[in-house]
């Protein structure tokens, strides 16, 4: 069974920063897109940033020059840095990914449970 961890998430003032992790694990032959995507109390989820297996980026205007998202490809992880936070970046952050598990040739699309970031002075 595959499952996407999410780790990361915290309180930190305006203009700070975070890192956050998450790792795709279980029984699996690959990994395509994995990505970020938040959801703020009353308000639809939405993208954040997305990277696919082989390289290519995408992100929402609002994080673009502020978050970086990379991977680690050996390992199933992707990561998401966060800078110069703001506070509209509050939300739910959740992890997602396109994933091959082993003994399919499917891909399967995952979330993670997400991680809670704050800004806040």
């Known amino acids: 069974q595959v499952q996407l961890v999410e780790s990361g998430g915290g309180l930190v003032q305006p203009g700070g920063s975070l890192k956050l992790s998450c790792v795709a694990s279980?029984?699996?032959?690959?990994?395509?897109?994995m990505g970020w995507y938040r959801q703020a109390p009353g308000k639809e989820r939405e993208l954040v940033a997305t990277?696919?297996?082989?390289?290519?980026?995408k992100y929402a205007d609002s994080v673009k020059g502020r978050f970086t998202i990379s991977r680690e490809y050996g390992r199933n992880t992707v990561h998401l840095q966060m800078n110069s936070l703001q506070p509209e970046d509050t939300a739910m952050y959740y992890c997602?990914?396109?994933?091959?598990?082993?003994?399919?040739?499917?891909?399967?699309?995952?979330w993670g449970q997400g991680t809670q970031v704050n800004v806040s002075s």
């Open positions: 997602n990914a396109d994933v091959i598990p082993s003994g399919s040739i499917k891909i399967q699309n995952y």
């Open positions: 279980g029984n699996i032959v690959g990994s395509i897109n």
């Open positions: 990277i696919h297996t082989v390289g290519t980026t």
